[in-house]
């Protein structure tokens, strides 16, 4: 069975940093390409980063460039996500997903992910 759990989440003020996990199982990790995206109430979901394997590279979101890190630890099958100088804008419920491949023109694409995790709840107060 494939699950991708994310952890991590929690209240944190303006300025500050949180590092979500999203721990795979079920799948041949190395071989996925893994997404971060958040979903603000009443917002579209959208990308965060992703981790491509196949282009070796990670893409980000330009509202995150230089906030966000994201990196994978094979040996663990865990992805994660460094958030630092965080803003109330970044309050949002936050998800990783799988997909085979994903280009780089189309990492953003939600439906383009065969696997969710379930979320995990970020708020940044001002």
């Known amino acids: 069975e494939v699950q991708l759990v994310e952890s991590g989440g929690g209240l944190v003020q303006a300025g500050g940093s949180l590092r979500l996990s999203c721990a795979a199982s079920?799948?041949?990790?190395?071989?996925?390409?893994i997404g971060w995206f958040r979903q603000a109430p009443g917002k579209e979901r959208e990308g965060v980063p992703c981790?491509?394997?196949?282009?070796?590279?990670?893409y980000y979101a330009d509202s995150v460039k230089g906030r966000f890190t994201a990196s994978s630890d094979n040996a663990k099958n865990t992805v994660y996500l460094q958030m630092s100088s965080l803003k109330p804008e970044d309050t949002a419920v936050y998800y990783c997903?799988?997909?085979?491949?994903?280009?780089?023109?189309?990492?953003?694409?939600?439906?383009?992910?065969?696997?969710w995790g379930q979320g995990t709840q970020v708020i940044v107060s001002s």
């Open positions: 981790i491509s394997r196949h282009d070796k590279t990670t």
């Open positions: 997903g799988a997909v085979r491949f994903v280009s780089s023109h189309r990492w953003e694409k939600t439906f383009k992910y065969d696997y």
């Open positions: 079920g799948f041949t990790f190395d071989d996925y390409d």
